[in-house]
T-cell receptor
Framework: SAVISQKPSRDICQRGTSLTIQCQVD?????MFWYRQQPGQSLTLIAT?????????ESGFVIDKFPISRPNLTFSTLTVSNMSPEDSSIYLC???????????FGPGTRLTVT | AQTVTQSQPEMSVQEAETVTLSCTYD???????LFWYKQPPSRQMILVIR??????QNATENRFSVNFQKAAKSFSLKISDSQLGDTAMYFC??????FGTGTRLTIIP
């Protein structure tokens, strides 16, 4: 199994600012993902973080708004840029074990934009 | 596009009873994975059970089992001998990128 940590666990930010969320995994993984979960809602995949290349974004999400870095096989960051109250959500990092295809989720970062 | 539908927003059962959560999906793919995840209140999402589409045998993990009907594109989760700790949101997922809207399950003492 993979153990995932995220920083910060929560934050309150002002409109127009940016926040970078960090995701650290305790083992090397090929596939890392970022999700958004709005309060009481399901998960929506934002993008796949690719090591050594640009992230692959899902429909409705763009790099200018959600830039992602993945410098190595255990770490990734997601930045929420130029935030608005609509960005208030829980952001989840996730990885997939390439052998078992089991997916693991981080504890999430609860973001509130005022 | 793949879609995942969970038609039961909320369910509640008495402790020790059996409960079945429904999930249907739509896809044109032949090989894929399906998952059930549990998200306890204010806690981390964890995998409950998964099913590979190419396997006819239904997956089982202790008290959790699935009824996978590939032709009907149905993937229900059965929880036997339910426990108070089973209280959580349950999400059905198709591969990594399509999650259902969830079923809030409450186990009543």
């Amino acid at each position: 199994s993979a153990v995932i940590s995220q920083k910060p666990s929560r934050d309150i930010c002002q409109r127009g600012t940016s926040l970078t969320i960090q995701c650290q995994v305790d083992s090397q993984v090929t596939m890392m993902f970022w999700y958004r979960q709005q309060p009481g809602q399901s998960l929506t995949l934002i993008a796949t973080a690719n090591q050594g290349s640009e992230a692959t974004y899902e429909s409705g999400f763009v790099i200018d708004k959600f830039p992602i870095s993945r410098p190595n096989l255990t770490f990734s960051t997601l930045t929420v840029s130029n935030m608005s109250p609509e960005d208030s959500s829980i952001y989840l990092c996730s990885v997939i074990d390439r052998d078992t295809y089991e997916q693991y989720f981080g504890p999430g970062t609860r973001l509130t934009v005022t | 596009a793949q879609t995942v539908t969970q038609s039961q927003p909320e369910m509640s059962v008495q402790e020790a009873e059996t409960v079945t959560l429904s999930c249907t999906y739509d896809t044109s793919e032949n090989n894929y994975y399906l998952f059930w995840y549990k998200q306890p209140p204010s806690r981390q999402m964890i995998l409950v059970i998964r099913q590979e589409a190419y396997k006819q045998q239904n997956a089982t993990e202790n008290r959790f089992s699935v009824n996978f009907q590939k032709a009907a594109k149905s993937f229900s989760l059965k929880i036997s001998d339910s426990q108070l700790g089973d209280t959580a949101m349950y999400f059905c997922a198709f591969m990594k990128h399509r999650f259902g809207t969830g079923t809030r399950l409450t186990i009543i003492p």
